[in-house]
């Protein structure tokens, strides 16, 4: 299963029951260094990929935060 939660309110985005190198995804075809930072074990067959929701990445932006 593969959890997106949002990095910086910790909401859950969206679940995937599936596999988190099933090709639709792409998250396979990311570089080692970018899983590592986009991507947690979470428990056995769960991973949670760490991204920005709709409703911080505005926030962020604005406020010059992008990087944190």
Do not use: F
Request: negative net charge; contains cysteine.
């Amino acid at each position: 299963m593969v959890v997106y939660r949002c990095r910086h309110c910790q909401r859950v985005v969206g679940e995937y029951g599936g596999s988190w190198d099933d090709p639709l995804l792409g998250l396979s075809k990311l570089t080692a260094h970018e899983q590592q930072e986009l991507m947690d074990d979470t428990g056995p067959d769960q991973v949670q990929v760490n991204i920005l929701c709709e409703t911080c990445l505005p926030i962020l932006y604005t406020e010059r935060l992008w990087d944190n």
